[in-house]
DNA sequence: AAGGTGACCGGGA
DNA sequence: ATCCCGGCCACCT
């Protein structure tokens, strides 16, 4: 996978954002790409997590000191589908292990892999960089 | 270079 | 509630 120059921005800020996010708080892909001004673009924050490993490697390689991001720090397991489930992209067990996460820090997942937005969601007009 | 894919989303049946 | 579909757009073949 190859990544552009101006997604590179894409990517750093999707990453900064989703450090964002509170313990014990979860949001959506899409209010992600909408607090980056760039509503259409929700699917891309599903990729961003998807390669978080190679892409982090890749924008690290090129990036100061105060701009490193650490793969483990990104709490990707907060973010969710704006219908309030945990996607299952392909495999149960990633799924499981993301329930696991989240219960860990005291968000109830039901056994279909629900959460309550009303409880748990976070979802600011803004954030503040 | 054209067509396929997807950690998405909203609406309609 | 759940499934399906069309729209979306950067990336990948």
Not at 79 to 89: E, F, L, N
């Amino acid at each position: 996978m190859k990544i552009t120059d101006e997604s590179k921005v894409f990517y750093h800020s999707v990453y900064a954002l989703i450090g964002k996010i509170p313990y014990g708080k979860v949001t959506s892909y899409g209010h992600i790409a909408y607090l980056l001004n760039r509503p259409q673009n929700s699917r891309l924050v599903g990729s961003s997590l998807k390669h978080l490993k190679f892409i982090a490697e890749s924008l690290n390689r090129e990036a100061n000191p105060e701009d490193i991001i650490e793969p483990e720090s990104v709490p990707w397991w907060r973010v969710i589908s704006s219908a309030g489930k945990i996607s299952p992209r392909g495999n149960s067990d990633n799924e499981s292990r993301q329930a696991r996460f989240l219960r860990e820090e005291g968000v109830e997942v039901s056994n279909a892999y629900r959460i309550d937005l009303e409880k748990y969601g976070w979802f600011p007009d803004e954030v503040d960089f």
